[in-house]
């Protein structure tokens, strides 16, 4: 079967949600399958999600939560069996920010503007109710669990440690050795816990036209934390454009922003070291260009300089 026709038994799913459906043409195939399926109704977006690490009830809600304004909701969700499952959702047009992010530089006032509106769907996000009293990573097993926040980012780094061993001896002694050194500053400046989405790659905001509003597609990876955590995870994949250097300022001390852009860019480099053969000095965050591992280094140090 060519790689964009979608298995007969997900097109006899996806009809038994939306009713007869016309053309199917493949959208996405990066992590999970996604078409573009005409219908009745109109336009939508069918996706055969594959990634185990992935809560998509969990997401579901959180998406209905937030409404129509900023995020498109899930319609439906299909178990399909081995750990696979079919999400309907309308089909928006539009360019996802990693596509223009590869297609050309982004214009200064153009990321000022997207960096606004990132900063209202993580605003929006993090007044949602909270799921359970502690901090840490909800669902798929996981239950935000901790007291305190900096014993949930030690436990998942020690998860982390023990599934990237070439990633963690070339960078877990000093990511440890700061969480070590800023846990109580950590605690004491996060204070209660908010509702934080934490994979924010660009190939889950869309730039919508006509408009050019910015739309959350999908919040695979939800924790209880610090609000500022998903600002330091941007500065990774929006790398060296005027998006990260505006969410770099005045919501959030610096010195947190760098902390969780050097902690994610270690989890990033377990992924890259269990799930791909692209050697861990080369590893990129998606669509960008400056290497991991020197990301890494270069936000320990600004974390170091603004403390």
């Not at 992935?54 to 399909?80: C, F």
């Not at 900063?119 to 097993?141: C, D, K, M, N, W």
Request: hydrophobic letters at 40%.
């Amino acid at each position: 079967m060519p790689a964009d026709l979608a298995p007969d038994r997900v097109r006899r799913q996806a009809e038994a949600i939306l009713g007869r459906t016309g053309e199917w043409r493949l959208a996405s195939s990066t992590n999970s399958r996604v078409w573009r399926v005409t219908t009745g109704s109109g336009a939508m977006s069918v996706k055969l999600l594959t990634d185990a690490s992935s809560d998509v009830h969990v997401e579901r809600r959180l998406l209905r939560e937030l409404g129509p304004g900023n995020a498109r909701p899930i319609l439906e969700v299909a178990d399909m069996g081995e750990g696979e499952q079919l999400v309907v959702a309308p089909y928006l047009d539009g360019e996802l920010v990693a596509d223009r992010l590869q297609r050309e530089a982004v214009p200064d006032g153009l990321g000022r503007e997207l960096a606004g509106q990132y900063r209202t769907i993580l605003a929006e996000v993090s007044r949602l109710p909270l799921r359970s009293p502690g901090y840490g990573r909800f669902g798929s097993g996981h239950q935000a669990e901790h007291e305190r926040w900096s014993d949930a980012l030690g436990a998942y780094l020690e998860e982390q440690r023990r599934k990237g061993p070439r990633t963690s001896a070339l960078r877990h002694p000093a990511l440890a050795d700061a969480l070590r050194r800023l846990a109580d500053r950590l605690d004491a400046e996060c204070g209660p816990p908010r509702v934080i989405p934490t994979d924010v790659n660009s190939r889950n905001f869309l730039i919508a036209e006509p408009g050019r509003k910015l739309v959350a597609l999908n919040f695979p990876v939800i924790w209880q934390g610090d609000p500022a955590m998903p600002f330091g995870i941007l500065q990774l994949h929006l790398d060296d454009t005027p998006m990260a250097a505006a969410l770099a300022e005045g919501t959030w001390p610096r010195w947190r922003i760098h902390f969780y852009a050097a902690y994610h860019a270690f989890v990033i480099c377990v992924y890259v070291e269990r799930f791909t053969r692209v050697p861990l000095e080369e590893a990129t965050p998606w669509g960008r260009r400056r290497p991991l591992l020197g990301l890494f280094d270069t936000h320990l140090r600004l974390m170091e300089e603004a403390l």
